[in-house]
C-alpha cells in the first residue's frame, strides 16, 4: 500500500508563496499521474493541479497561472509551488492519483490571512 506524506503547508499573508511536497512510498511513482487536492472546512476535497507521469500539468481555473506542479520521480515526490496566494486558497491539501486511488495521507494546512 502506497502511503503518502504531505508538507510544507503553514501560515502566509495575501501575495505570498509556498511550496507544498508530497513523498509516496512504494516503486510505482514514475510511472503514476498525480494530483494536488484541497478541502475547505465544509467544502469537498477538490483536485487544484494535476500531473502526468511525462510531466504533462493541467489546473483548476481557480490557480491557473499562480500554482504550479512538478515531479521528481527518482526522489518520489510531487510538488506545488503556490504563488500570489489568496485568502481563499486557505484549505488542507493533500496529494494523491487523479482517481484518488492510494489511501490519503494526513494534508498539509495552508492558511492565508493577514
Known amino acids: 500500500q502506497v502511503q503518502l506524506v504531505e508538507s510544507g503547508g503553514g501560515l502566509v499573508q495575501p501575495g505570498g508563496s509556498l511550496r507544498l511536497s508530497c513523498v509516496a512510498s512504494?516503486?510505482?511513482?514514475?510511472?503514476?499521474?498525480m494530483g494536488w487536492f484541497r478541502q475547505a472546512p465544509g467544502k469537498q476535497r477538490d483536485m487544484v493541479a494535476g500531473i502526468t507521469s511525462g510531466g504533462t500539468s493541467n489546473y483548476a481555473d481557480s490557480v491557473k497561472g499562480r500554482f504550479t506542479i512538478s515531479r521528481d520521480n527518482a526522489k518520489n515526490t510531487v510538488y506545488l509551488q503556490m504563488n500570489s496566494l489568496k485568502v481563499e486558497d486557505t484549505a488542507v491539501y493533500y496529494c494523491?492519483?487523479?482517481?484518488?486511488?492510494?489511501?490519503w495521507g494526513q494534508g498539509t494546512q495552508v492558511t492565508v490571512s493577514s
Open positions: 494523491n492519483t487523479p482517481h484518488r486511488l492510494w489511501s
Open positions: 512504494g516503486n510505482i511513482f514514475s510511472t503514476t499521474p
